[in-house]
């Protein structure tokens, strides 16, 4: 099946600080990937549907200007945390989908914010 | 809008036993996928076995297969011969076509936590 590879699978970072999480494809193009936020012991929540060479589709309640979404490529789209809270520690997800049959998921990025 | 609903938030079962989780989801749509997914404490999302909604069979993966009655709206999940490495999270998703253009975004059940005892 197809690969889609997420770094880093954990970080943690000063309050205040921003940090970039990277999704790849690496053996697919993909022209539209997901973003999630997990709480523990819940679901997916979808934050936002990135689209390659356009701007980002966010979900009511996600603000744009903290959680920055680009999708320069075909196969990569990168979120970046900005300015971070202690409240932005989650289990972040980026997923892509091939011609909409299937998802296919990264491995989670862990941030937790000091 | 489409929903989906677990209604077993958890489950818990001998090893070797068979085990049935149950998914509902409410659309208006004609065409779309289902899915159950796998999340072990790794946290890595894995497909456990997808159903297309045209087709009447149901799907089968080995010692899963599911219960896909598209009237009822009803995607159930049978674990056989359940083993220890099946203890994970199993959440039930629906994909859509998201209106306008050609994105596919999943609806996500709350997820089912099964446990499998020695």
């Known amino acids: 099946g197809a690969v889609v590879s997420q770094h880093p699978s954990w970080v943690i970072c000063k309050s205040g600080t921003s940090v970039k999480i990277e999704c790849r494809s690496l053996?697919?193009?993909?022209?539209?990937m997901f973003w999630y936020r997990q709480f523990p012991k819940q679901s997916l929540m979808l934050m936002a549907t990135?689209?390659?060479?356009?701007?980002?589709?966010?979900e009511q309640g996600v603000e744009k200007d903290k959680f920055l979404i680009n999708h320069a490529s075909l196969t990569l789209s990168t979120l970046t945390v900005t300015s971070a809270h202690p409240e932005d520690s989650s289990f972040y997800i980026c997923?892509?989908?091939?011609?909409?049959?299937?998802?296919?998921f990264g491995q989670g990025t862990r941030l937790t914010v000091v | 809008a489409q929903t989906v609903t677990q209604s077993q938030p958890e489950m818990s079962v001998q090893e070797a036993e068979t085990v049935t989780l149950s998914c509902t989801y409410d659309?208006?749509?004609?065409?779309?996928?289902l899915f159950w997914y796998k999340q072990p404490p790794s946290r890595q999302m894995i497909l456990v076995i997808r159903?297309?909604?045209?087709k009447q069979q149901n799907a089968t993966e080995n010692r899963f297969s599911v219960n896909f009655q598209k009237a009822a709206k009803s995607f159930s999940l049978k674990i056989s011969d359940s083993q220890l490495g099946d203890t994970a999270m199993y959440f039930c998703?629906?994909?859509?076509?998201?209106?306008?253009?050609?994105?596919?975004?999943?609806?996500w059940g709350a997820g089912t936590k099964l446990i499998i005892k020695p």
């Open positions: 990135s689209n390659e060479g356009s701007k980002a589709t966010y």
């Open positions: 998703a629906f994909m859509k076509r998201s209106r306008g253009d050609s994105n596919y975004q999943l609806i």
């Open positions: 997923s892509a989908s091939i011609h909409g049959t299937e998802a296919f």
């Open positions: 659309t208006s749509e004609n065409n779309y996928y």
């Open positions: 053996d697919f193009q993909a022209t539209t």
């Open positions: 159903q297309e909604a045209y």
